[in-house]
């Protein structure tokens, strides 16, 4: 890629051997690419490349946001999240496409012996970046309004209810579950 050339999202800018990237751009698999529509900008002394926006930026993830996105898998002591947006800018796609991971020891305060009792491939949650850096993205839900926003039933896929008692009721079956509830669970995603 040429200093003061055009880039869109995705493009190839150059390898992680020949440059640094900074802001606008990404790292995947020994690649540089550009995150944004813009002019690249190369410095020659420290070997940066950056990419200067030239529409209306999408939303980055840093640390200390607050994300929604949809459990993908949960393993041991882990849990995938595909994020999908940020909170505040719910109606714009984030600048790329990542997943975030929640260790067992960012649930919440309690003690968590099992992780499928507190979340569920298909759950959508909100949860806080607590660690941002290329390729990976630390979240927490260890905040009230942190923890599943929306789930459905393991049984028959009906849509989970809160009850008085704190836990969640399936609409359709019945049965009973237990998941770590954000306070704003059952609420209108915006």
């Known amino acids: 890629m040429i200093n003061n050339s055009f880039t869109t999202p995705g493009e190839l800018i150059g390898t992680s051997e020949e440059f640094t990237g900074k802001e606008g751009t990404?790292?995947?698999?020994?690649?540089v690419y550009a995150s944004l529509t813009g002019i690249v900008h190369v410095n020659e002394e420290d070997r940066s490349v950056w990419v200067e926006?030239?529409?209306?930026?999408p939303p980055v993830p840093e640390k200390g946001d607050e994300i929604?996105?949809?459990?993908?898998?949960?393993?041991?002591?882990?849990?995938?999240?595909n994020i999908a947006s940020l909170v505040g800018s719910e109606d714009r796609e984030?600048?790329?496409n990542e997943v975030?991971?929640?260790?067992?020891s960012n649930v919440s305060d309690d003690y968590v012996k099992d992780l499928e009792n507190k979340f569920r491939a298909g759950d959508i949650v909100r949860?806080?970046?607590?660690?941002e850096k290329p390729g990976a993205i630390d979240l927490t839900t260890n905040e009230p309004q942190l923890g599943v926003l929306s789930a459905k039933c393991t049984k028959c896929n009906g849509y989970l209810k809160k009850t008085q008692n704190g836990k969640l009721k399936c609409t359709s079956c019945e049965k009973t579950e237990t998941r770590k509830i954000s306070t704003e669970f059952?609420?209108?995603l915006k």
């Open 26 to 31: 990404y790292e995947k698999d020994g690649n």
């Open 53 to 57: 926006p030239k529409t209306s930026v």
């Open 68 to 81: 929604i996105g949809k459990v993908r898998d949960v393993k041991d002591s882990i849990v995938l999240i």
């Open 94 to 96: 984030i600048a790329v």
């Open 100 to 104: 975030g991971a929640i260790h067992v």
């Open 127 to 131: 949860a806080k970046i607590i660690v």
């Open 186 to 188: 059952g609420k209108e």
